[in-house]
């Protein structure tokens, strides 16, 4: 059975740092692609990130410069750092993944995924 977990969040003043983490389970190679998203209350859930099975990497425009995804394909985790966090950044975040051959992309759009976590709470505030 595929599993994503994630952990990692928590309270943090703005200006803070947080690194979340994803560990994916049953998923015998590295022939998936995997996103953050996040959902703040009362908005509908937006992607901030996604990383190919290369690495390569996508950002939301309102996170650009300020997180950064990364992958370890040995270990099946897949992190977001986030620096310079905002109280705009308070939201449910969810690591999610999909099945793909394709190594250099990786897709922005919450339809594209069919495996997600339970999410875990960021919230910046002072």
């Known amino acids: 059975q595929r599993q994503l977990v994630e952990s990692g969040g928590g309270l943090v003043q703005p200006g803070g740092s947080l690194r979340l983490s994803c560990a994916a389970s049953?998923?015998?190679?590295?022939?998936?692609?995997m996103a953050w998203f996040r959902q703040a209350p009362g908005k509908e859930r937006e992607g901030v990130s996604c990383i190919s099975r290369s690495g390569v990497a996508n950002y939301t425009d309102s996170v650009k410069g300020r997180f950064t995804v990364s992958r370890d394909n040995a270990k099946k985790t897949v992190y977001l750092q986030m620096n310079s966090l905002k109280p705009e950044d308070t939201a449910v975040y969810y690591c999610?993944?999909?099945?793909?051959?394709?190594?250099?992309?990786?897709?922005?759009?919450?339809?594209?995924?069919?495996?997600w976590g339970q999410g875990t709470q960021v919230t910046v505030s002072s």
């Open positions: 999610a993944a999909y099945i793909t051959t394709a190594q250099a992309l990786c897709l922005m759009t919450s339809l594209s995924y069919n495996y």
């Open positions: 049953g998923f015998t190679s590295d022939f998936f692609a």
